[in-house]
């Protein structure tokens, strides 16, 4: 009888010790995705690149793809041009700033048809999916 003593008074032992050790609530998992502007823009200009011209996207196929990452006004963006007419006022930019980012997207296209799939994907890009 006394080894079934020892392990009761072990159990109750652990029912008092082990609730006090565990936290209250679960650590909220860090994300892995860097936030700030110029990762951000970055990542939106790689899969913009990929999935709307690399593809051979028909829906793009009169533009250009002109990323500007490298600013000294900390403001990352790309723009989208005419294909045949790269140095013309671009039809849509999307830019970045702080930490975290903060993003915006203007322009004439995002008024076109094609307005509404554009913003879909920058927003999805810029939260780090990848896919098209």
Do not use: H
Not at 44 to 52: D, P
Not at 76 to 91: M, Q
Not at 99 to 124: K, V, Y
Request: charged fraction near 20%.
């Amino acid at each position: 009888m006394q080894p079934l003593f020892r392990l009761s008074a072990l159990l109750a032992l652990a029912a008092v010790i082990l609730p006090a050790c565990q936290a209250s609530a679960p650590a909220p998992k860090m994300s892995t995705v860097n936030m700030a502007a110029l990762p951000t823009m970055e990542r939106v200009a790689l899969a913009a690149n990929r999935c709307w011209f690399k593809s051979n996207d028909p829906a793009f196929k009169a533009y250009r793809l002109a990323p500007e990452l490298n600013s000294f006004s900390g403001r990352p963006r790309i723009l989208l041009v005419r294909r045949n007419a790269p140095e013309a006022r671009p039809l849509a930019v999307v830019q970045a700033e702080g930490q975290p980012a903060r993003m915006q997207a203007f322009g004439p296209l995002f008024a076109e048809p094609i307005g509404p799939r554009m913003t879909g994907d920058i927003r999805r890009w810029a939260t780090g999916e990848a896919g098209c």
